[in-house]
T-cell receptor, first 115, second 114 residues
C-alpha cells in the first residue's frame, strides 16, 4: 500500500531564511506526487505536482520540490520565506483504490515563519 | 465562479443526532470526495464518487453515508453522531478520478459532537 510520511510536525524559521519541508513516500509503482498548502481556517490549495519529466518542479509562491526516486522523497523548498508563508503543508501521493485513483495525504507540517 | 461551497461553516451537535453536511461544486467535475481532518493525522478519505450516481468507501467510512444524485452536489450524512466524529470536514472535487488530476477543496465544516 502506498503511504506518505512527513517527519516534521512543525518547522519554525525566521523570515527570509530558506526552508525545506520533508516528504517521503512508499510505492512500488510509478507515482504522482503533490504538495498542498492550507492557510489558517481555509481549505487546501495545490502548490505543485510531479507527474513525470524533470525531477525539479516549480510551484506557486516561489516554492519548488525535487522528486528523488532512489530516496523515495519529494521535499519542498523555498529559498527565502515570508511571514505570509505561515501555513500547514501537506504532501500527497496518488494511489489506486478500487478502479480509480485517490490521494493519500501525509500528516502535515506546520511552517511557522517568525519576523 | 465559486468553486466548491460547503454548509454549514460550523456546527455543534448533540450525540445521537442526525446531521447532513452539504457540498456543491460549479466546475462540472465528475469526481467528488469527503475528507476529515484531525490533528496529527492529516486528511483521511471518508467516501468518494467517481461520477454522478456512483459512490465508494474510503479509508474511514463507518458512521457516514453519501449520495450523488447529480454532478454538482455530494452531501455527507452522519446518521447518529458520536463524539469521535468531531472534526473538520472537507469536500473536494476533481475533473475525473485519474491519477494525475488536481483536487480542489472547499473551505471546510467544523463539526463538534458533544
Amino acid at each position: 500500500a502506498q503511504s506518505v510520511t512527513q517527519l516534521d510536525s512543525q518547522v519554525p524559521v525566521f523570515e527570509e531564511a530558506p526552508v525545506e519541508l520533508r516528504c517521503n513516500y512508499s510505492s512500488s509503482v510509478s507515482v504522482y506526487l503533490f504538495w498542498y498548502v492550507q492557510y489558517p481556517n481555509q481549505g487546501l490549495q495545490l502548490l505543485l505536482k510531479y507527474l513525470s519529466g524533470s525531477t525539479l518542479v516549480k510551484g506557486i509562491n516561489g516554492f519548488e520540490a525535487e522528486f528523488n526516486k532512489s530516496q523515495t522523497s519529494f521535499h519542498l523548498r523555498k529559498p527565502s520565506v515570508h511571514i505570509s508563508d505561515t501555513a500547514e503543508y501537506f504532501c500527497a501521493v496518488s494511489a489506486r483504490m478500487d478502479s480509480s485513483y485517490k490521494l493519500i495525504f501525509g500528516s502535515g507540517t506546520r511552517l511557522l515563519v517568525r519576523p | 465562479i465559486a468553486g466548491i461551497t460547503q454548509a454549514p461553516t460550523s456546527q455543534i451537535l448533540a450525540a445521537g443526532r442526525r446531521m447532513t453536511l452539504r457540498c456543491t461544486q460549479d466546475m462540472r467535475h465528475n469526481a467528488m470526495y469527503w475528507y476529515r481532518q484531525d490533528l496529527g493525522l492529516g486528511l483521511r478519505l471518508i467516501h468518494y464518487s467517481n461520477t454522478a450516481g456512483t459512490t465508494g468507501k474510503g479509508e474511514v467510512p463507518d458512521g457516514y453515508s453519501v449520495s450523488r444524485a447529480n454532478t454538482d452536489d455530494f452531501p455527507l450524512t452522519l446518521a447518529s453522531a458520536v463524539p469521535s466524529q468531531t472534526s473538520v470536514y472537507f469536500c473536494a472535487s476533481s475533473a475525473d478520478s485519474s491519477s494525475y488530476n488536481e483536487q480542489f477543496f472547499g473551505p471546510g465544516t467544523r463539526l463538534t459532537v458533544l
